[in-house]
């Protein structure tokens, strides 16, 4: 009887053990529905067959994103089930270094972010200027945008007049097109009665005079400075509790190592 308490007493906990394997197949299978998703998307613009198409794009590829979310998310998390489930330490190490790393960068972008306010700002401004000029070079980043613009009720970064950087949407130059001094319908006021959104709402409404009965006012950027310090204890509180459940991940991954090392120790 003895013997067989002192053999049960050397197991590792399995509870630790499939817990942490229970969430990390979760977010395993969200990294390969990214990387598929991601794959998928440069498949339906044709950058598989032409991988140059990459280089070419003067503005952010929110595939880029998607695939980098996915890759890491796939290889943590991997490192983290099969670690678990075969009681690997070197890879909980991994797994627990990784999260703690991952962890480590929020908290920097978080505190620069707020300490370098003005040049953040900036950036971001920069930012989002450069992806204005390369709006129709790529269907994704133009879906971005549109979406931003729409769920902020905005347009442009800072004023619409931004739109004067895109070649399409410029007031300047000699060519007759329709879209010239206009702004993506994703700028229009929604008109409630309109069941069928008007793509051409935009075209050339820069030039008329009443054009703020038609477009929104405010850039996108102050929209999402407002919303941010509107929803402040919503944002934090999110951070921390995802901070929370890293710090919670990486105390199982640790545990486990702890008591696989114990159960070697006692069968030598």
Known sequence: MRYGRRLRSLEVNCCYKYLLFSYNIVFWLAGVALISAGFWAWS???????????TRLHGFDPVWLVLVVGAV?????????????RENTFLLNFFSAAIGTILFLELTVAILAVVFESHFRDWINNFFLANIKAYRDDIDLQNLIDSLQILNHCCGA??????????????S????????CGVPFSCCLIDPAEAVVNTQCGYDVRKQTDW??????RGCIP?????????LVTVATVFTVISMLQMGLIYLAK???????????NYR
């Open 212 to 217: 703020k009965d038609h477009i929104y006012e």
């Open 173 to 180: 130059g000699t060519q007759l097109r329709r879209e010239k």
């Open 73 to 85: 998310t796939f290889v943590v998390s991997f490192a983290g089930c099969v670690g678990a489930l």
């Open 223 to 231: 929209a999402l400075e407002n919303w941010f310090l509107g929803n």
């Open 44 to 54: 339906e613009k044709g950058v598989l067959q032409d991988l140059s198409q990459v």
């Open 255 to 265: 545990t486990l190592v702890v008591e696989i090392e114990n159960v070697k120790l």
């Open 158 to 171: 800072q004023e619409p007049s931004d739109w004067d950087l895109n070649a399409y949407f410029s007031c």
